[in-house]
């Protein structure tokens, strides 16, 4: 039994939704899968400016673009379910949530509020939508096929915008409402990213949380393998766009996916790990253009890492731009304890988020994402000593397991870094990374330089590949 993800631009257009459709079928050969969508690409994006716009009181503005989605998803429909094969229930379907929508809508301009639990009711109709054209366009071919409502069986708490599941009371559900669909052969088709509180009270999980629905079902049903399908040939070596040789990785273990998540890799939600590694299922990252590809595998099974030729000493460069060091230098920090205990408090209650750090016995650097920071805060950590800004930096981190045992690879990193000026270095305490800050303008010419020391001869054999052409 698997875990089946697709992700918006899988599901975008009537050409994607026919081509996962054909993946789906192909694997429900081998068993019914449970199929967990994303709304189409993007459509959540349109919804959370009708949020906006209706919370402002632009109630024209807002109705203009629930007429986007009505005609996006219509035509979807259009060209997926044919006359006679349920066209007309879908599009009533269609409709009907079309028409809460718009209630949502007038009732928020007319409140002139819009609240996080609104918010959340918003962003809730495109993966409802998308399932709902997904599952018709199944059943128009012929297949076995039911869509079943998330908000039935993910029952989270009351945190919206970024709620979590109450466990015992999902994998009660998905017992009693998906298990007996999947071993009666039926594809279940529902939704990522959304749920419900005990009362009902839709909620979502956070931009990315349909990752996090597909492994925590995955985990809730002891699935044989968790696939997210996306429109990469799994996680690269580092961002294509960056480097045009970049390859796609063949297999990695599950820190080195949570660590590359966490430090700006855009295929997998960092939350997407944690259930995987629980029940030790294996994550295939794959691509829906191309299905006969490879794709990753990321596992921490013995026998399928050596039998893949797990040898690589890097495996992937990871980059995360729009960053700013905030410098922290004072005497008073040397064998003062409760010093940074007393520094980081500052940063949490004003809600910062530190992505890197490096001290020594007198300074204190920390990278947090850029933005203007207010007067208060900076008068805060003036207290502490000098502080200095810079604006307009990226982490460049390098991950790999097999760091930790080699001897000699900051030597390489560093002398593949000649010419680039480095702000920052720090090594994670996982000891899989070592991460450095430069200049956003130098990230092309670290990254490059990185890519051609590591993913070149003997240190790429086996483990990578060489992507598909797109389609």
């Not at 993007?42 to 673009?65: H, V």
């Not at 599952?135 to 708490?157: C, F, N, S």
């Not at 017992?175 to 999947?182: G, H, Q």
């Not at 990752?211 to 696939?227: N, P, T």
Request: glycine share 12%; with cysteine.
């Amino acid at each position: 039994m698997a875990v089946m993800k697709f992700g918006g631009t899988s599901v975008g257009t009537a050409r994607a939704m026919q081509q996962a459709i054909s993946i789906v079928v192909r694997q429900a050969g081998e068993g019914a899968p449970l199929v967990v969508l994303s709304a189409c690409s993007g459509i959540t994006n349109t919804l959370l400016k009708i949020a906006d716009a209706s919370g402002r009181g632009s109630l024209e503005e807002a109705l203009e673009l629930v007429g986007e989605v009505r005609r996006h998803h219509l035509g979807l429909v259009g060209e997926l379910v044919p006359e006679g094969a349920g066209r007309e229930a879908v599009t009533l379907r269609i409709e009907e949530l079309l028409g809460r929508l718009e209630l949502l809508v007038k009732g928020v301009e007319i409140v002139g509020e819009l609240t996080e639990r609104s918010r959340d009711m918003f962003c809730s109709f495109g993966e409802l939508l998308s399932t709902t054209v997904f599952a018709a366009a199944m059943q128009a071919l012929g297949h076995r096929a039911e869509w079943v409502d998330v908000r039935k069986v993910m029952i989270t708490d009351e945190r919206f915008g970024f709620a979590r599941p109450v466990i015992s009371r999902c994998k009660a559900n998905t017992d009693a409402v998906i298990r007996p669909l999947l071993e009666a052969g039926t594809t279940v088709v529902t939704q990522g990213y959304i749920g419900a509180t005990e009362d009902g009270r839709t909620t979502t999980l956070g931009r990315g949380g349909s990752d996090l629905s597909a492994a925590l079902f995955g985990a809730w049903l002891h699935s044989s393998q968790i696939q997210i399908w996306t429109d990469v040939d799994g996680v690269m070596t580092c961002d294509p766009r960056v480097v045009p040789d970049a390859r796609s990785i063949r297999v990695m273990t599950f820190s080195e996916a949570a660590e590359l998540a966490y430090l700006g890799a855009k295929v997998l939600h960092p939350d997407t790990i944690a259930p995987a590694v629980e029940k030790n299922i294996p994550v295939l990252v794959l691509n829906t253009w191309h299905p006969d590809a490879k794709g990753t595998l990321i596992t921490n099974d013995p026998e399928r890492l050596s039998g893949m030729s797990y040898g690589g000493l890097v495996k992937s460069i990871a980059v995360k731009k729009g960053q700013s060091i905030i410098n922290v230098r004072s005497n008073r920090m040397l064998g003062r304890p409760g010093f940074m205990n007393e520094l980081f408090d500052v940063f949490a209650r004003y809600r910062l988020s530190v992505e890197m750090i490096s001290t020594s016995e007198v300074s204190v650097s920390v990278t947090v994402e850029d933005a203007p920071f207010s007067e208060e805060l900076l008068g805060e950590l003036g207290e502490f000593g000098q502080v200095d800004i810079e604006h307009g930096v990226a982490t460049v981190s390098v991950v790999g397991d097999n760091l930790r045992m080699s001897k000699g690879v900051a030597g390489r990193i560093f002398g593949a870094l000649a010419g680039v000026n480095l702000r920052m270095i720090s090594q994670g305490a996982s000891e899989i990374n070592v991460g450095f800050v430069v200049g956003e303008q130098d990230v092309p010419t670290a990254v490059n330089g990185l890519h051609r020391e590591f993913f070149s001869g003997e240190d790429a054999a086996g483990i990578f590949e060489v992507p598909a052409g797109k389609p």
